[in-house]
T-cell receptor, first 112, second 113 residues
């Protein structure tokens, strides 16, 4: 069965510091991978996605993610975090039947 | 997202009462989904639909039913609400292409007292 693991429940970074959020997936075929962001009280917004081609994908708001098949990982990165990036981030894998399987989420706190 | 709306946005209901949540889309997307979000669990799929009158169960379907009589509407019903169904419910839509991802509604916060 497909699954997604986000090992970090909470992460705190200083404003201007770099960020990496970890995501590991389990899927038998070529994965379709996504990162979503959720601000408090809001729905989920798609940050970026990977389904083929270049393993480094660029998204909105200055985020990028790198697909590493050998490590079953799809980590999200940003070189310099802004206070407005504080939110919850979800990694997801596209499964059979057009379904998405989500990780438990990582809450990002940004300190000034 | 303007193409998908959920109603109501907030609801408080009593244990044992039936509750229906509505998801309406204007994008004419084929697939519609209901997820629940709980701390520490991320989003878990309740039910989904792949066309009018075509629905299937997700991983946490017990206690829930759905109906889709029109492309644009997907209803989630709690037949007899329990406190364990207190959650935030999200509707999502997509096209039959795994690479597209979903578009989410703004959510419905349901409290069962």
């Amino acid at each position: 069965a497909q699954s997604v693991t986000q090992p970090d429940i909470h992460i705190t970074v200083s404003e201007g510091a770099s960020l990496e959020l970890r995501c590991n997936y389990s899927y038998g075929a070529t994965p379709y991978l996504f990162w979503y962001v959720q601000s408090p009280g809001q729905g989920l917004q798609l940050l970026l996605k990977y389904f083929s081609g270049d393993t480094l994908v660029q998204g909105i708001k200055g985020f990028e993610a790198e697909f590493k098949r050998s490590q079953s990982s799809f980590n999200l990165r940003k070189p310099s975090v802004h206070w407005s990036d504080a939110a919850e981030y979800f990694c997801a894998v596209g499964a059979q039947g057009n379904k998405l399987v989500f990780g438990a989420g990582t809450i990002l706190r940004v300190k000034s | 997202d303007a193409g998908i709306t959920q109603s109501p946005r907030h609801k408080v209901t009593e244990t044992g009462t039936p509750v229906t949540l509505r998801c309406h889309q204007t994008e004419n997307h084929r697939y519609m989904y209901w997820y629940r979000q709980d701390p520490g669990h991320g989003l878990r799929l309740i039910h989904y639909s792949y066309g009018v009158k075509d629905t299937d169960k997700g991983e946490v379907s017990d206690g829930y039913s759905v109906s889709r009589s029109k492309t644009e509407d997907f209803l989630l019903t709690l037949e007899s609400a329990t406190s364990s169904q207190t959650s935030v419910y999200f509707c999502a839509i997509s096209e039959p292409d795994r690479g597209r991802g979903y578009t989410f509604g703004s959510g419905t916060r349901l409290t069962v007292v």
